[in-house]
């Protein structure tokens, strides 16, 4: 749990026009993100595209990855989905070297009941090798994971932590406040990280930070250490880019700033495309208060 603490960044993908995987981009990428004061680096969350990237691709941008960090930083990746034994499968057959975690969604669409959020975990957490970091995020499941399944899994052997990005508070304290002490709560929402760690989370796993690494975990560093005055300055200066990345989808908003700092391309896989042209106007108005 204690190499999860502090700034973790869900990696965007970078692509080429042609829309294959620029790994040159992924290389720039990673080296901004690790000198830029990061904590861990989370592979294929839904941030990177994960929906759109085959099985084969995904594997060979974690190899990428791998590579260029040289064990300078943990690393998680992204295996979740809404069939168990799928996820079983990749548990078993994919080449997972030089991996710290697994973060594994709740599953989505199906919308199974708490027992089978549950069971699915539980399961999951029999076959790992590997931590397991659950994630509640029911904006894109379909579906809440309660404070008091939350507090079921916990229990389970290999499950320790969860990322929280239920969107209400209530839960978040609810889960804080009952799980063991040995069990970890992060954010995934860039910007109720403050208030989150404030009420006793251990840190975010963020979009923002691909783009501003340096001055968001100074953010999250600060209110770790207890100094809000420092932790709050920070935070607001970054709020109005916080909110305008997520104005017309994720990772839209943070890919086009990822352009506009020269580090990757802003190309997409459809469903996902391109922000609009307000979202733009108010990326570009936030960063140039930065």
Request: proline residues 5%; contains cysteine.
């Amino acid at each position: 749990m204690n190499k999860f603490k502090g700034l973790g960044v869900a990696m965007v993908t970078p692509f080429k026009t042609d829309k294959s995987v620029d790994y040159d981009g992924l290389e720039k990428l990673t080296n901004h993100l690790i000198n830029g004061g990061v904590r861990y680096l989370v592979v294929m969350g839904t941030t990177g595209e994960n929906p759109t990237i085959s099985p084969e691709e995904q594997n060979e941008i974690l190899k990428k990855v791998v590579e260029v960090n040289a064990k300078r930083l943990p690393i998680v990746y992204g295996i979740g989905g809404n069939n168990t034994s799928s996820v079983l499968d990749r548990l078993v057959s994919e080449d997972l070297s030089g991996i710290d975690a697994i973060l594994s969604v709740s599953p989505y669409y199906n919308k199974p009941s708490q027992e089978g959020i549950f069971q699915h975990y539980k399961i999951i957490s029999e076959a790992s090798k590997w931590p397991i970091i659950m994630y509640n995020v029911p904006g894109r499941t379909g579906s809440l994971v309660s404070a008091q399944t939350t507090f079921r899994i916990a229990e389970l052997p290999n499950v320790i932590c969860t990322k929280e990005a239920s969107g209400s508070l209530d839960v978040c304290m609810d889960v804080i406040h009952q799980v063991p002490n040995d069990f970890g709560v992060i954010s995934g929402d860039d910007n109720y990280t403050l208030s989150y760690i404030a009420a006793g989370m251990q840190g975010v796993i963020s979009v923002i930070g691909n783009a501003y690494p340096k001055e968001f975990s100074q953010m999250v560093n600060y209110a770790l250490d207890g100094d809000y005055k420092n932790a709050r300055h920070l935070h607001y200066k970054l709020l109005p880019l916080m909110k305008a990345i997520f104005m017309d989808g994720n990772p839209g908003g943070v890919k086009y700033v990822l352009k506009k700092l020269g580090i990757c391309d802003n190309q997409f896989r459809l469903p996902v495309v391109p922000v609009n042209k307000d979202t733009m106007k108010a990326i570009d108005q936030a960063m140039e208060k930065l």
